[in-house]
């Protein structure tokens, strides 16, 4: 019978640096994880927009009196701006072999990671103010 | 004549060394140590372990030649991964502080000292050397330097497990995934004019997790004290592996 290993492993995840690269992926991996959930919600609302036109109206009126579901919508399309801006960037490195390299792959990280924020920003200045 | 002994001038920092002792401890556990270290002086981090091991002689890791090529004195210096003997205190230490911790993902031993073992099984599984079909020549198996030269930036690893004990993807898969010190050895191979094993060597990495779990993090580049880039190498495997199944 193997005999259990009580050895101690270090592993303190916010104690370990990782590049903006690294960053970046763990992230695309969470916005990838949340949005399979909140794609649920988004499906019905679909299903909802579609059903007739009163319920497409109702939709909008929910949409813009539920602060809930506004907030779920608003975290739905900064997931997906998210999701495919960092995802383009890996195929784009998968394919072509761009940012290979330390300096370049970080650059292009925080390219990318800027123009999600900016996008983040605008989406929540449309939604909320 | 008189001769005057020069005086260092001496600042204290603090170190916090990762402890655990297996005949003792049943956690591991940070102690702080304090040290003197000369002002107007740089010391690498191996040194500045060595005058904390003074004071706690029960304090272990592991160290050799003490210049960067031997590589067993990797750690987590500050959260980056590390050789100490070729880590300059003045750029790893924050404020006056200093922690010092194993390396990542590996079971500690003691104190600094990790089980290597994982890290070389999955070397092992890339059968890091010449695989040759031919009879031996009855000199050398020559190469042009421009095959050489291809050689340049793989050879140099010397195992000291920095790069894949950075590695998410290692952490989660230690026994799947090879981890970015394997694969640069693999690729060392596979580019290597000499080889004749470049099917069977591509055939043992296709399958979903020995190569394909590289997410592209490139903390093994990050850290790697020699300055290679295994990122490169896994990305010239992937190619390779894709473009044969053309």
Known sequence: MKEKDNRPVYLNLLAIDLPIIGISSILHRVSGFALFLIFII????????????????????????????????YLFLVGIVYHSLIGVKKIISDFFGIGEDLRSGSF?????????????????????? | MNSTIPTEELRSI???????????????????IEIEVPVN?????????????KQETSLSFRRSCG?????????????????????????????????????????????????MKQFFDQLEKVKPYLITKDEAPEQERKQSPEEREKLDGLYECILCGCCSTACPSFWWNPDKFLGPAALLQSWRFIADSRDQATEE??????????????????????????????TEAISNIRKKLINRKK
């Open chain 1, 42 to 73: 988004a499906v019905w609302m679909l299903d909802r927009s579609l059903s007739s036109e009163e319920e497409f109206l109702n939709l909008l009126e929910d949409l813009n009196s539920l602060v809930l579901l506004k907030v779920i919508f």
């Open chain 1, 108 to 129: 292009i990280s925080w390219i990318y990671n800027v123009i999600s924020l900016l996008v983040s920003i605008l989406l929540f200045i449309k939604f909320f103010i």
């Open chain 2, 14 to 32: 603090t170190l916090s060394v990762y402890r655990f002792d297996p005949g003792k401890d049943k956690k591991a556990y940070m102690q702080d």
């Open chain 2, 41 to 53: 002086k740089d010391l690498m981090v191996l040194d500045a372990l060595v005058l904390a091991k």
């Open chain 2, 67 to 115: 210049e960067g090529v031997c590589g067993s004195d990797g750690m987590n210096i500050n959260g980056k991964n590390g050789l100490a003997c070729v880590t300059p205190l003045s750029e790893a230490i924050k404020g006056e502080k200093l922690v010092v911790k194993p390396m990542p993902g590996l079971p500690v031993v003691r104190d600094l000292i990790v089980d």
């Open chain 2, 201 to 230: 060597r591509l055939d043992d990495l296709d399958d979903a997790f020995s190569l394909y779990r590289c997410h592209g993090i490139m903390n093994c580049v990050s850290v790697c004290p020699k300055g290679l880039n295994p």
